[in-house]
Nanobody, 115 residues
Framework: QVQLVESGGGLVQAGGSLRLSCAGS????????MGWYRQAPGKQRELVAV???????NYADSVKGRFIISRDNAKNTVYLQMNSLKPEDTAIYYC?????????WGQGTQVTVSS
């Protein structure tokens, strides 16, 4: 059974930092891309950052220069270091792992940034 366990969310003041982690288990196949998405109240889910198995990264324009995505392939774990957080970063953050034959989502972790 596939599980993606996210951790690291919480409440932080504007300008602060948080580090999200997502550990995958039970996947049993090669993961191509690992990423983070977020969904704020009343808005659609959007891509935050993604990293390929080769280490290539892509970021939403709104987080470039502030967030850093990384992964540990041996542990099937992806991280999101979030710095200089802003109130508009407040959302539920979801982990995603996929390859051409599967697409798995985590349960989400709440990030709240106070002004």
């Amino acid at each position: 059974q596939v599980q993606l366990v996210e951790s690291g969310g919480g409440l932080v003041q504007a300008g602060g930092s948080l580090r999200l982690s997502c550990a995958g288990s039970g996947i049993g196949r090669r993961i191509n891309a690992m990423g983070w998405y977020r969904q704020a109240p009343g808005k659609q889910r959007e891509l935050v950052a993604v990293i390929t198995s080769g280490g290539s990264t892509n970021y939403a324009d709104s987080v470039k220069g502030r967030f850093i995505i990384s992964r540990d392939n041996a542990k099937n774990t992806v991280y999101l270091q979030m710095n200089s957080l802003k109130p508009e970063d407040t959302a539920i953050y979801y982990c995603n792992v996929r390859n051409p034959s599967f697409n798995y989502w985590g349960q989400g972790t709440q990030v709240t940034v106070s002004s």
